[in-house]
């Protein structure tokens, strides 16, 4: 079990798997497709290649028509694999996927994904229960910011990696169930209560995260303290393993709920940056 701390032979070996097939830059996350609404099986078996090395691959879309409906085609590349269960919350439109723009009034201008400020590294779905975790994303983008609005990206297999030949204790205090507590919030009528769960854990054999860079309105079990500080540390020190991409129109990131960020960007009132996303509590199946 390469995820257990008292196998150090089963963690060499997947480790030594996944460092010798990591990208060394961005371009090597992408695949080219014509369309994501009707994928060839080539374009299908590449994606999921990518997801498989890396949790997450960029589509470039090559071939799409003026009058595609972005939603629907996002909804049909989550069906191709395999993601049926979507993860609705509130701000969410009726189908469960949600488009991102700047709001100006409404409830979703009080939160900072509808605004042009940046987003800290997270994985989606942090504050979720157990019941309701976030295991897949896709981010497409219909239309880019003015300028910026790039995400950063990282594999949590590759930060684990980091984590565990620096010190494996930093994954076992990470890994206990009351490392990292996303305390209650109150809003629109909505009540989520407070949240408690490990940063990292396993699901059927594979390495999950739950993650955020936030300071305020968290709270970090006293031994957990350093290694937050030390996550914090690797994602700010933006080495090999970080990469840094602006989805251009017709690009979209399809992952395993990797490590990312939104940087900070421009918009312009006329042109304004849309992107569509869909936050499923299944794993991109075959990956
Ligand atoms: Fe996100």
Not at 76 to 91: E, I, K, P, T, V
Not at 155 to 163: K, S, T, V
Not at 185 to 202: L, S
């Amino acid at each position: 079990m390469a995820f257990d701390l008292d196998d150090a032979a089963g963690y060499g070996r997947w480790r030594d798997q996944k460092l010798s097939s990591r990208p060394i830059d961005l371009t090597q996350l992408v695949v080219e497709v014509g369309d994501i609404a009707a994928l060839t099986a080539s374009e299908s078996e590449a994606l999921r290649a990518q997801v498989r090395r890396s949790n997450m691959a960029l589509y470039v879309e090559t071939k799409t028509s003026a009058d595609r409906d972005d939603k629907l085609a996002v909804a049909a590349l989550g069906q191709h694999f395999g993601l049926r269960s979507l993860d609705r919350n509130h701000l969410a439109d009726d189908d469960g996927i949600t488009p991102l723009a700047v709001a100006s009034e409404g409830a979703r201008a009080r939160y900072i994904p509808y605004t042009e400020r940046p987003i800290a590294w997270h994985t989606d779905g942090y504050y979720n229960p157990a019941a309701t975790r976030v295991r897949s994303l896709i981010l497409h983008c219909s239309r880019p910011a003015a300028q910026g609005g790039e995400n950063k990206l990282m594999d949590p297999d590759l930060l684990y990696i980091q984590l565990r030949e620096r010190d494996p204790d930093l994954v076992r205090v990470l890994s206990q169930p009351g490392a990292m507590t996303i305390p209650g919030n109150e809003d629109e009528g909505m009540t989520r209560p407070a949240m408690t769960g490990p940063v990292f854990f396993t699901e059927d054999g594979r390495l999950a995260m739950r993650y955020t860079a936030r300071t305020r309105s968290i709270e970090w079990h006293a031994d957990a303290v350093a290694a937050a500080q030390i996550i914090r540390e690797i994602l700010d020190a933006g080495g090999a393993d970080i990469f840094t991409g602006r989805l251009q129109a017709g690009w979209g990131l399809l992952c395993n709920n990797v490590l990312h960020t939104r940087e900070r960007f421009v918009d312009d009132p006329t042109r304004p940056r849309l992107l569509y996303r869909a936050r499923y509590h299944d794993r991109i199946q075959g990956s």
